[in-house]
């Protein structure tokens, strides 16, 4: 009764992975109320590869901050409902073992595995994994973004029908109202930044504006702010730097939604979100290596030492 009770009133006070697994819960029920037996089975090749994984890493002693049945779950949240089946189990894995692989060597790391092994499959496999079904009969149609992009027809999904869901789209990223909920959630719990999401709405803005484009139709994708809110303003995978995180949201805000003028869908903010994260990774990881550049020098001085000490005895 007591945890309970800690969860409504206090998940300030919950673990980071469990926050976050109830903010993305209502897009997953979403996404199985609108994809059926195809969400279902896709959810159920994401959980098991995680709980492989989750298993694998108890066995060999492996903190875990985050079980990888997450980053799995993520990851597989992405793709397309008619995405064929073995795409669908290797971002699950890729998901899994990149979250192995982060608590293993990069525990500092702040990026979203399964987010992070989306991209690059998406990216190696020239968007394999961006094949979408209508709601209404289950029959192949394209995201509303590149119906929009190869027959420019906005008008041929309605607002209602974008906010509820009931469009193509990722498997459990497609209803805006469902990511708002779980928003919702991750604001309760202290852990959404507002600032990333204003500050990518005015960046989305400046490309909209500029190409003339349909403000509400643009700015209402659900997978956009699935990847931003649920993702990117959580505040576990933003810099230390108050300054630099308005700056995030700006940069995925232009990035991902002017990389929809080369052709790209819902996916270019998976990528650009994806790729702000290994970059501030990347830059984190060398102000770390630069402050402590003589405590690692001295180490590996000392360890070569160690190294040749036995030579000598043995000369």
Do not use: C
């Not at 896709?42 to 990888?68: F, I, N, W, Y």
């Not at 702010?225 to 232009?254: T, Y």
């Not at 990035?255 to 869908?265: C, D, H, I, N, P």
């Amino acid at each position: 009764m007591r945890a309970l009770e800690k969860a409504v009133f206090e998940p300030a006070h919950l673990p980071a992975a469990a926050v976050a697994a109830v903010a993305f819960a209502p897009s997953v029920v979403m996404g199985l109320v609108f994809f059926k037996v195809a969400a279902l089975i896709m959810l159920a090749v994401a959980v098991g590869a995680g709980s492989l994984a989750h298993l694998g890493a108890r066995l060999a002693k492996l903190p875990l901050e985050t079980s990888p049945i997450l980053p799995a779950v993520v990851g597989v949240a992405l793709v397309g409902p008619a995405t064929p089946l073995q795409w669908v189990v290797i971002v699950a894995v890729a998901g899994a073992v990149l979250e192995l692989a982060r608590a293993r060597w990069l525990p500092g790391a702040r990026i979203q595995a399964g987010l992070v092994a989306f991209a690059a499959i998406f990216l190696a496999t020239q968007g394999a994994t961006a094949a979408y079904l209508n709601p209404n009969g289950l029959k192949p149609l394209v995201e509303p973004i590149r119906f929009w992009a190869q027959y420019g027809g906005s008008a041929a999904f309605d607002p209602i029908r974008l906010y509820v869901g009931n469009v193509p789209g990722p498997v459990f990223a497609t209803s805006l109202m469902a990511v708002v909920i779980g928003a919702a959630w991750l604001w309760y719990a202290g852990r959404l930044s507002p600032g990333v999401a204003v500050t990518f709405a005015l960046g989305a803005t400046v490309p909209i504006v500029l190409l003339h484009w349909n403000l509400a139709f643009q700015l209402e994708s659900a997978p956009s702010w699935f990847a931003v809110l649920l993702i990117l303003a959580d505040r576990r995978f933003l810099p230390a730097s108050s300054a630099s995180r308005p700056l995030l949201g700006m940069a995925a805000g232009v990035g991902g939604v002017a990389l929809r003028s080369k052709g790209f869908g819902v996916e270019a903010v998976f990528l650009v979100v994806a790729a702000l994260q290994v970059g501030v990774a990347l830059l984190e990881g060398a102000e770390w290596l630069v402050v402590h550049r003589a405590r690692l020098a001295e180490g590996m001085r000392g360890h070569g030492a160690s190294l040749r000490l036995p030579g000598r005895k043995a000369a």
